[in-house]
Nanobody
Framework: QVQLVESGGGLVQSGGSLRLSCAVS????????IGWSRQAPGKGREGVSC????????YYLDSVKGRFTISRDNAKNTVYLQMNSLKPEDTAVYYC???????????????????WGQGTQVTVSS
């Protein structure tokens, strides 16, 4: 059974950091790209970042470039999203999913399983 479980969210002050984790089971990280998306209250979902499986290429939403870093630890079956210099506008529920390898265009980040995880809340106070 394929599962992706997000964790690591919380409340942080502006300028702070959080590291989100996406723990996966039921498949190998060697075989799939993983993407992160977020959804703020009253707004649509937006793709934040993805990492490919074949060459570990990484892609980022323009507004998070230089602040967020995606990485994977295949031995631990976990993908991370390190978020630094957080801003109030980063407040959202963050989700992970296995996505198609061609994930460079984050505007159309598409889960292979047509669904995202349960999400983890990130709240950044000003």
């Amino acid at each position: 059974q394929v599962q992706l479980v997000e964790s690591g969210g919380g409340l942080v002050q502006s300028g702070g950091s959080l590291r989100l984790s996406c723990a996966v089971s039921g498949f190998s990280l060697d075989d799939y790209a993983i993407g992160w998306s977020r959804q703020a209250p009253g707004k649509g979902r937006e793709g934040v970042s993805c990492i490919t499986s074949y060459d570990n290429s990484t892609y980022y939403l323009d507004s998070v470039k230089g602040r967020f870093t995606i990485s994977r630890d295949n031995a631990k079956n976990t993908v991370y999203l390190q978020m630094n210099s957080l801003k109030p506008e980063d407040t959202a529920v963050y989700y992970c999913a296995r996505v198609f390898e061609d994930c460079a265009d984050l505007r159309v980040l598409d889960p292979v399983d047509k669904q995202w995880g349960q999400g983890t809340q990130v709240t950044v106070s000003s």
